[in-house]
C-alpha cells in the first residue's frame, strides 16, 4: 500500500493540506503565515475577545476527534493521573481542560504566544481548573525550570514549526533537542501530525526515541491507493 500523506501545497485554516503528494521529503514545505508568531497572536486576539463576549473558546487543532484518540491511549495504558503532562503549544487549553475532567492533576501547558496564555487561563478558570499550570514559553528554548516530564503531546505545533518562513530545518532539530532535555528518560512522546508521515517523524526524532505505536487515524480511499490524512505516533524516550 502507497504511503499517502496530504500535499503542503494548500493549507487550511489549521496547517493541513488538501493536495496528494507520495513524495519522501516533505520537509520541504511551502512556507506559510501558519509558522509565524504574529499570526498566532492575531488568531488568539481575536478567539480571547469572542471568549470574552460570547463564551466561544475557539478552534480545536485537529478537532474533538484527536483528543478523544489520545485521551482513549492514556486511559487504555493506564498512566498514572499523576503523571507530569506537557502539552505543547497549548493554544486555547480545551485539551488541558479534557485531559483534567479525565483525572490528571499534574498537567501543564506552553506556549509562545502570551495571548495564547491569556485565553487558556480564562478558559480553565471558567471550568474551575485554574490550578492548571500554564506558561508563555517558546518550546524551541524553554527555560531551565522546563523539564522531567513523563508524558509530551503534540498535537500540531510540530507541524506549525514546520511551515516557518525563516527557519524550518532549524527549527525541527531544535524541536527535537527541546523535546530530549524536558522528557524523562523512558518518558512518552505523543504527537499528531498532519504534514509529515510516520517514517518522516520516525528519521526527525530517531535520535533519543523509539516507536512504541502507531495510532488508528481516520482512512481515505483516493485512485485506488488508501492512506491517511493525519499520523499520530507514540514515542518512547531512550538513551
Known sequence: MDDLKFSSDFMD???????????????DFTPSKLGTKEYWDDAYTRELQNFKDIGDVGEIWFGEESMERIIKWLKKEKIPHNAAVLDIGTGNGVFLVELAKCGFKNLTGIDYSAVSVDLARHILEKEGLSDVNVQEQDFLYPSA??????????????????LNPDSTAQGTTRYAQALRSVLKQEGLFLITSCNWTREQLLHVFSEGFELLQELPTPQFQFGG???????????????
Open 13 to 27: 485554516s489549521t496547517g493541513c493540506a488538501h493536495g496528494l503528494e507520495s513524495g519522501e521529503d516533505a520537509r
Open 145 to 162: 525550570t522546563l523539564g522531567a516530564f513523563d508524558v509530551c503531546i503534540d498535537k500540531g505545533t510540530f507541524d506549525a514549526i514546520s
Open 225 to 239: 491507493r488508501s492512506g491517511s490524512s493525519v499520523t499520530a505516533l507514540v514515542l518512547k524516550r531512550k538513551d
